[in-house]
């Protein structure tokens, strides 16, 4: 007989595998468009090496599932939450589709100011039920911020 803990960690191993999964479909995008476009743009001096993105965006996916399930573990959760959740992860991997695959990079741009938005919602949502949730999802408003920079500047000089 399984235990509502075991249950719990199948749970959250699923929050994980919905959020890596977005992960995997991003970086499948990137890494099947990415080049030769990429190489050809007009860079700011402060865009990071291509190496430290994927180490960025494991750890972001990570707090963001662990985030998003420990909302679904709280008694006093609401569908309303989870669906945002969910809605911004595909939002979130449209960011790669729209930059690598169409090479639209205002699109891009308008797109990582929605995810910002999002964000910020699901911080306002959590905050109520599970300020931990919320807290965790700091880290990925800085990096967002930076990345709708990043992506601004990019459009502005190419």
Known sequence: ????????????????????????????????????????????????????????WISLYLIMGYAAWLMWSSKEKTQKVLNVYFIHLVINASWSVSFFAFHQILVSLIIIGLIIIFVIWLIKLYYPINKISAYLMVPYLFWLCFAFILNYSIFTLN
Do not use: H, Q, R
């Open 1 to 56: 007989m399984k235990t509502k803990n075991s249950n719990k960690f199948v749970y959250l191993a699923l929050f994980l595998f919905l959020s890596f999964f977005m992960s995997w479909w991003g970086g499948y995008i990137t890494s099947y468009f990415k080049e030769p476009w990429y190489s050809t743009l007009i860079k700011p001096s402060f865009n990071p090496p291509d190496w430290m993105f994927a180490p960025v």
